[in-house]
Protein backbone atom coordinates (compact mmCIF):
# COMPACT_ATOMS: atom_id res chain seq x y z
CA UNK A 1 0.00 0.00 0.00
CA UNK A 2 0.91 3.64 -0.54
CA UNK A 3 2.03 5.74 2.18
CA UNK A 4 -1.22 7.69 3.33
CA UNK A 5 -2.29 10.79 1.44
CA UNK A 6 -2.13 14.42 2.96
CA UNK A 7 -5.95 13.88 2.93
CA UNK A 8 -6.25 10.90 4.62
CA UNK A 9 -3.54 12.07 7.18
CA UNK A 10 -5.51 15.20 7.66
CA UNK A 11 -8.74 13.52 8.56
CA UNK A 12 -7.11 11.98 11.90
CA UNK A 13 -6.91 14.09 14.67
CA UNK A 14 -3.56 13.78 15.98
CA UNK A 15 -3.09 12.31 19.75
CA UNK A 16 -0.39 12.78 22.15
CA UNK A 17 -0.40 10.82 25.23
CA UNK A 18 2.06 11.13 28.12
CA UNK A 19 2.67 8.17 29.40
CA UNK A 20 3.06 9.02 33.16
CA UNK A 21 5.24 5.38 33.75
CA UNK A 22 5.69 5.02 37.75
CA UNK A 23 5.87 9.07 38.21
CA UNK A 24 3.83 11.68 39.89
CA UNK A 25 1.81 10.90 42.59
CA UNK A 26 -1.62 11.89 43.15
CA UNK A 27 -0.81 15.10 44.37
CA UNK A 28 1.65 16.07 41.82
CA UNK A 29 -0.60 14.61 39.04
CA UNK A 30 -3.01 17.15 40.14
CA UNK A 31 -0.27 20.36 40.00
CA UNK A 32 0.85 18.60 36.43
CA UNK A 33 -2.55 18.62 34.56
CA UNK A 34 -3.73 21.75 35.98
CA UNK A 35 -0.64 23.49 34.31
CA UNK A 36 -1.67 21.57 31.11
CA UNK A 37 -5.35 22.66 31.23
CA UNK A 38 -4.15 26.75 32.24
CA UNK A 39 -1.68 26.85 29.33
CA UNK A 40 -3.37 24.56 26.22
CA UNK A 41 -6.48 26.52 25.00
CA UNK A 42 -9.25 25.52 22.90
CA UNK A 43 -7.25 26.11 19.80
CA UNK A 44 -4.74 23.54 21.05
CA UNK A 45 -7.48 21.40 22.01
CA UNK A 46 -9.16 21.59 18.46
CA UNK A 47 -6.06 20.91 16.62
CA UNK A 48 -4.70 17.80 18.45
CA UNK A 49 -6.22 15.27 21.34
CA UNK A 50 -4.20 14.91 24.47
CA UNK A 51 -4.15 12.78 27.06
CA UNK A 52 -2.49 11.55 30.02
CA UNK A 53 -1.73 7.89 31.08
CA UNK A 54 -0.76 8.08 34.62
CA UNK A 55 -0.46 5.63 37.08
CA UNK A 56 -3.61 3.77 39.23
CA UNK A 57 -3.05 5.75 42.23
CA UNK A 58 -3.64 8.84 40.57
CA UNK A 59 -6.84 8.05 38.20
CA UNK A 60 -9.17 8.78 40.86
CA UNK A 61 -7.34 12.11 41.22
CA UNK A 62 -7.37 13.65 37.87
CA UNK A 63 -10.53 12.05 37.05
CA UNK A 64 -12.19 14.68 39.73
CA UNK A 65 -10.11 17.43 37.99
CA UNK A 66 -11.10 17.00 34.45
CA UNK A 67 -14.96 16.44 35.80
CA UNK A 68 -14.88 19.39 38.10
CA UNK A 69 -13.04 21.93 36.01
CA UNK A 70 -14.88 20.80 32.57
CA UNK A 71 -11.08 20.02 31.35
CA UNK A 72 -10.70 18.69 27.63
CA UNK A 73 -7.80 16.59 28.25
CA UNK A 74 -8.33 12.72 28.31
CA UNK A 75 -6.95 10.32 30.64
CA UNK A 76 -6.44 6.75 31.29
CA UNK A 77 -4.50 4.27 32.53
CA UNK A 78 -1.42 2.00 31.79
CA UNK A 79 -2.07 -1.51 32.10
CA UNK A 80 -5.38 -3.43 32.36
CA UNK A 81 -6.67 -6.70 33.67
CA UNK A 82 -8.07 -9.03 31.93
CA UNK A 83 -10.12 -10.10 33.84
CA UNK A 84 -13.25 -8.38 35.35
CA UNK A 85 -13.20 -9.17 38.71
CA UNK A 86 -11.94 -12.27 41.11
CA UNK A 87 -8.80 -13.05 42.68
CA UNK A 88 -5.83 -11.65 40.74
CA UNK A 89 -3.82 -9.74 43.48
CA UNK A 90 -2.55 -6.29 42.51
CA UNK A 91 -4.76 -6.61 39.21
CA UNK A 92 -6.83 -3.23 37.86
CA UNK A 93 -9.96 -4.27 36.10
CA UNK A 94 -11.35 -2.89 33.04
CA UNK A 95 -14.89 -2.17 34.98
CA UNK A 96 -12.71 -0.33 37.39
CA UNK A 97 -11.31 2.18 34.82
CA UNK A 98 -14.43 2.41 33.09
CA UNK A 99 -16.00 4.03 36.64
CA UNK A 100 -13.16 5.99 36.88
CA UNK A 101 -14.48 7.75 33.34
CA UNK A 102 -10.83 6.54 31.50
CA UNK A 103 -11.03 7.27 28.05
CA UNK A 104 -7.78 5.18 26.90
CA UNK A 105 -5.97 2.33 28.49
CA UNK A 106 -2.02 1.38 27.23
CA UNK A 107 -1.87 -2.98 26.09
CA UNK A 108 1.69 -4.15 26.29
CA UNK A 109 4.03 -1.47 26.28
CA UNK A 110 7.03 -2.81 26.12
CA UNK A 111 8.32 -2.72 30.02
CA UNK A 112 5.26 -4.61 30.69
CA UNK A 113 6.26 -6.77 27.83
CA UNK A 114 9.96 -7.15 29.48
CA UNK A 115 9.66 -7.19 33.04
CA UNK A 116 6.11 -8.53 33.19
CA UNK A 117 6.64 -11.25 30.65
CA UNK A 118 3.59 -10.35 28.62
CA UNK A 119 2.78 -12.31 25.26
CA UNK A 120 1.11 -11.42 22.46
CA UNK A 121 -2.31 -13.55 23.83
CA UNK A 122 -2.14 -11.68 26.78
CA UNK A 123 -2.46 -8.56 25.00
CA UNK A 124 -4.83 -9.95 22.93
CA UNK A 125 -7.43 -10.59 25.99
CA UNK A 126 -6.40 -7.13 27.19
CA UNK A 127 -7.28 -5.50 24.08
CA UNK A 128 -10.88 -7.26 24.45
CA UNK A 129 -11.19 -6.07 28.32
CA UNK A 130 -10.86 -3.19 26.79
CA UNK A 131 -13.55 -2.95 24.20
CA UNK A 132 -15.15 -5.34 26.47
CA UNK A 133 -15.60 -2.13 29.25
CA UNK A 134 -15.72 1.02 26.58
CA UNK A 135 -12.20 2.13 26.69
CA UNK A 136 -9.90 2.98 23.33
CA UNK A 137 -6.71 0.29 23.48
CA UNK A 138 -3.54 1.99 22.74
CA UNK A 139 -1.79 -1.30 21.79
CA UNK A 140 1.75 -0.94 22.11
CA UNK A 141 4.15 -2.89 19.39
CA UNK A 142 7.80 -2.62 18.16
CA UNK A 143 10.76 -4.00 18.13
CA UNK A 144 14.18 -4.37 20.55
CA UNK A 145 17.80 -3.37 19.25
CA UNK A 146 18.59 -7.34 17.86
CA UNK A 147 15.52 -7.26 15.82
CA UNK A 148 16.02 -4.17 14.59
CA UNK A 149 20.20 -5.07 13.81
CA UNK A 150 19.06 -7.91 11.47
CA UNK A 151 16.65 -5.31 9.43
CA UNK A 152 13.57 -7.59 10.86
CA UNK A 153 12.01 -4.70 12.14
CA UNK A 154 8.62 -4.55 9.89
CA UNK A 155 7.62 -8.29 10.15
CA UNK A 156 8.71 -8.57 14.04
CA UNK A 157 6.29 -5.68 14.27
CA UNK A 158 3.50 -6.69 12.28
CA UNK A 159 3.20 -10.15 14.21
CA UNK A 160 2.60 -8.34 17.36
CA UNK A 161 0.09 -6.18 15.64
CA UNK A 162 -1.60 -9.32 14.10
CA UNK A 163 -1.44 -11.21 17.94
CA UNK A 164 -2.54 -8.01 19.62
CA UNK A 165 -5.81 -7.94 17.21
CA UNK A 166 -6.83 -11.34 16.55
CA UNK A 167 -10.46 -11.54 16.38
CA UNK A 168 -10.51 -7.64 17.17
CA UNK A 169 -13.80 -7.24 15.12
CA UNK A 170 -13.73 -4.42 12.68
CA UNK A 171 -16.66 -2.26 14.95
CA UNK A 172 -14.04 -2.14 17.12
CA UNK A 173 -10.71 -2.33 15.58
CA UNK A 174 -11.80 1.03 13.66
CA UNK A 175 -11.33 2.87 16.89
CA UNK A 176 -7.72 1.23 18.21
CA UNK A 177 -5.23 3.15 18.38
CA UNK A 178 -1.42 1.41 17.65
CA UNK A 179 1.62 2.68 19.13
CA UNK A 180 4.68 1.98 17.53
CA UNK A 181 7.64 2.12 20.06
CA UNK A 182 11.14 0.79 18.67
CA UNK A 183 12.25 -0.45 22.12
CA UNK A 184 16.21 0.76 21.36
CA UNK A 185 14.49 4.32 21.39
CA UNK A 186 12.51 4.17 24.47
CA UNK A 187 14.32 6.06 27.40
CA UNK A 188 17.75 6.30 25.92
CA UNK A 189 17.39 9.78 23.33
CA UNK A 190 18.14 7.28 20.85
CA UNK A 191 14.92 8.70 18.75
CA UNK A 192 14.07 6.91 15.71
CA UNK A 193 14.85 9.28 12.67
CA UNK A 194 11.42 10.11 10.73
CA UNK A 195 11.88 7.64 7.53
CA UNK A 196 12.30 4.68 10.38
CA UNK A 197 9.04 6.00 12.16
CA UNK A 198 7.58 6.16 8.72
CA UNK A 199 8.80 2.70 7.89
CA UNK A 200 6.68 0.66 10.48
CA UNK A 201 3.96 2.96 10.60
CA UNK A 202 3.26 2.74 6.88
CA UNK A 203 3.71 -1.06 7.39
CA UNK A 204 1.41 -1.23 9.93
CA UNK A 205 -1.34 0.77 8.31
CA UNK A 206 -0.87 -1.79 5.10
CA UNK A 207 -1.67 -4.53 7.45
CA UNK A 208 -4.77 -3.30 9.24
CA UNK A 209 -5.96 -2.90 5.63
CA UNK A 210 -5.22 -6.10 4.95
CA UNK A 211 -6.44 -7.54 8.13
CA UNK A 212 -10.12 -5.13 7.93
CA UNK A 213 -10.10 -2.77 5.03
CA UNK A 214 -8.35 -0.23 3.52
CA UNK A 215 -11.49 2.22 5.06
CA UNK A 216 -10.84 1.30 8.61
CA UNK A 217 -6.54 1.51 7.81
CA UNK A 218 -7.01 5.28 7.09
CA UNK A 219 -9.13 5.96 10.04
CA UNK A 220 -6.72 4.54 12.58
CA UNK A 221 -4.34 6.37 14.50
CA UNK A 222 -0.64 5.45 14.95
CA UNK A 223 1.66 7.01 17.49
CA UNK A 224 5.60 6.94 17.45
CA UNK A 225 7.12 6.54 20.77
CA UNK A 226 11.02 6.44 22.17
CA UNK A 227 12.35 9.76 23.20
CA UNK A 228 10.15 12.16 21.63
CA UNK A 229 10.98 15.53 22.71
CA UNK A 230 10.02 19.03 21.46
CA UNK A 231 12.77 19.62 19.21
CA UNK A 232 12.22 16.42 17.26
CA UNK A 233 8.37 15.70 17.20
CA UNK A 234 8.14 18.45 13.93
CA UNK A 235 9.68 16.49 11.86
CA UNK A 236 8.50 12.69 13.34
CA UNK A 237 5.07 14.37 12.74
CA UNK A 238 5.28 15.45 9.25
CA UNK A 239 5.52 11.75 8.27
CA UNK A 240 2.34 10.65 6.47
CA UNK A 241 1.66 7.81 8.71
CA UNK A 242 2.71 9.11 11.97
CA UNK A 243 -0.43 10.52 14.09
CA UNK A 244 0.72 11.40 17.20
CA UNK A 245 3.19 10.61 19.49
CA UNK A 246 3.47 8.30 22.76
CA UNK A 247 5.44 10.41 24.71
CA UNK A 248 7.63 9.25 28.49
CA UNK A 249 10.07 11.02 30.08
CA UNK A 250 9.18 14.43 27.91
CA UNK A 251 5.57 14.32 29.61
CA UNK A 252 6.46 14.68 33.43
CA UNK A 253 7.70 18.02 32.32
CA UNK A 254 4.40 20.13 31.54
CA UNK A 255 5.95 23.00 29.91
CA UNK A 256 7.84 20.46 27.26
CA UNK A 257 4.45 18.18 26.38
CA UNK A 258 2.83 21.32 26.22
CA UNK A 259 5.15 22.12 23.10
CA UNK A 260 4.67 18.27 22.01
CA UNK A 261 1.21 19.05 21.97
CA UNK A 262 2.02 22.19 19.83
CA UNK A 263 4.44 20.51 17.51
CA UNK A 264 3.14 22.23 14.30
CA UNK A 265 4.27 25.60 16.32
CA UNK A 266 8.26 23.72 16.68
O1 LIG B 1 5.37 5.15 26.46
C1 LIG B 1 6.30 5.89 26.15
C2 LIG B 1 7.51 5.37 25.62
O2 LIG B 1 7.95 4.27 26.33
C3 LIG B 1 8.58 6.38 25.32
O3 LIG B 1 9.29 6.77 26.44
P1 LIG B 1 10.40 7.93 26.30
O4 LIG B 1 9.67 9.08 25.63
O5 LIG B 1 10.83 8.24 27.69
O6 LIG B 1 11.47 7.39 25.43
Not at 62 to 91: F, N, P, R, W
Not at 99 to 113: F, I, M, P
Not at 130 to 151: F, M, N, Q, S, W
Not at 236 to 255: C, N, R, T
Request: aromatic share 6%; charged share 25%.
Amino acid sequence: MAAATPTEKNARTPLMAGNWKMNLNHLEAIAHVQKLAFALSDKDHDAVETAVLVPFTDLRSVQTLVDGDKLKIKYGAQDISSHDSGAYTGEVSGPMLAKLKCTYVAVGHSERRQYHAETDEQCNEKVRAAYKHGLTPILCIGEGLDVRKAGEQVPYTLAQLDGGLKDIPADQAESVVIAYEPVWAIGTGEVATPEDAQEVCGAIRARLAELYSQELADQVRIQYGGSVKSGNVAAIMAQPDVDGALVGGAALDAEEFVKIVRFRDQ
